[in-house]
């Protein structure tokens, strides 16, 4: 299903283990994946959040080099999925879910992306799916440094910015997370995003009776997050 390599552990020395080794290491990649809860084992919210944990600090710590069996996957998850965990993040290129929490293979994770980690009707919907429908337990808004569409809102909450077609109203709603924090110490942006993350997971909740109903009966737990570019480390907020 995927054989990780480290990073410095480079293609043509692969090439060199030959057909058995090579073998053996995809084989023990594959046993050590089917543990996984996209096998389909129950997880909770804690435990969800834990496998995102661990897998983020592999990212982090352990930067590694995947080839991975995509036919295998595919067949795999073709009939159906079970993922464990739910993501919603910034559209941004530099913030894959699936890279950012450890590699994760088809079927794991329910993503929901757009600029700002917003939670319009569309989002809603998708993670009420998710939750309700799936079964996943856990949801993570995930924000992130140097966020083009915070920045955006933060201009126009300093210099009255203004910006073409539908980009203006679609950061709209990250203004009031700006104004929240304007008057904090430190970086505007970086304070903002954590604050709209914050913000959008609350929104979450209130909007979707759905969301809400499992939230307090313990099958579904909602997190802020927020995601360093500079060392791939995924912070989680209060």
Same mark, same amino acid.
């Given at each position: 299903?995927?054989?990780?390599?480290?990073?410095?552990?480079?293609?043509?020395?692969?090439?060199?283990?030959?057909?058995?080794?090579?073998?053996?290491?995809?084989?023990? +990649?594959?046993?050590?994946?089917?543990?996984?809860?996209?096998?389909? #084992?129950?997880?909770?919210?804690?435990?969800?959040?834990?496998?995102?944990?661990?897998?983020?600090?592999?990212?982090?710590?352990?930067?590694?080099l995947c080839e991975i069996d995509l036919?295998?996957?595919?067949?795999? /998850?073709?009939?159906?999925?079970?993922?464990?965990?739910?993501?919603?993040?910034?559209?941004? #290129?530099?913030?894959?879910?699936?890279?950012?929490?450890?590699?994760?293979?088809? +079927?794991?994770?329910?993503?929901?992306?757009? !600029?700002?980690?917003?939670?319009?009707t569309a989002t809603i919907g998708t993670?009420?799916?998710?939750? +309700? /429908?799936?079964?996943?337990? @856990?949801?993570?808004?995930? +924000?992130?440094?140097?966020?083009?569409? /915070?920045?955006?809102?933060?201009?126009?909450?300093?210099?009255? !910015?203004?910006?073409?077609?539908?980009?203006?109203?679609?950061?709209?709603?990250?203004?009031?997370?700006?104004? !929240?924090?304007?008057?904090?110490?430190?970086? @505007?942006?970086?304070? !903002?995003?954590?604050?709209?993350?914050?913000?959008?997971?609350?929104?979450?909740?209130?909007?979707?009776?759905?969301?809400?109903?499992?939230?307090?009966?313990?099958?579904?737990?909602?997190?802020?997050?927020?995601?360093?570019?500079?060392?791939?480390?995924?912070?989680?907020?209060?």
């Open positions: 299903m995927c054989t990780c390599l480290p990073a410095a552990f480079d293609r043509r020395r692969l090439l060199s283990l030959g057909a058995g080794a090579l073998a053996a290491t995809t084989l023990a +990649g594959t046993a050590a994946r089917a543990a996984g809860a996209y096998e389909g #084992s129950p997880r909770s919210p804690d435990h969800s959040l834990e496998g995102l944990i661990q897998g983020n600090g592999k990212f982090v710590s352990e930067p590694q036919p295998s996957q595919r067949a795999h /998850v073709a009939e159906g999925q079970t993922p464990w965990a739910s993501i919603l993040s910034c559209a941004d #290129s530099r913030v894959p879910p699936e890279i950012v929490f450890g590699g994760r293979q088809l +079927g794991e994770i329910f993503v929901a992306r757009n !600029a700002g980690n917003l939670a319009d993670l009420e799916y998710g939750a +309700g /429908v799936l079964g996943s337990p @856990l949801i993570v808004v995930l +924000g992130h440094a140097r966020c083009g569409a /915070v920045k955006a809102a933060c201009e126009v909450v300093e210099s009255n !910015a203004t910006f073409p077609g539908a980009i203006g109203p679609m950061i709209y709603p990250i203004i009031p997370a700006v104004l !929240a924090v304007r008057d904090q110490p430190g970086d @505007l942006v970086a304070n !903002a995003t954590r604050e709209n993350a914050r913000r959008t997971v609350r929104g979450l909740i209130k909007a979707s009776a759905m969301l809400s109903d499992l939230v307090d009966e313990g099958k579904l737990k909602a997190v802020a997050a927020f995601y360093h570019l500079d060392t791939g480390k995924v912070e989680y907020l209060d």
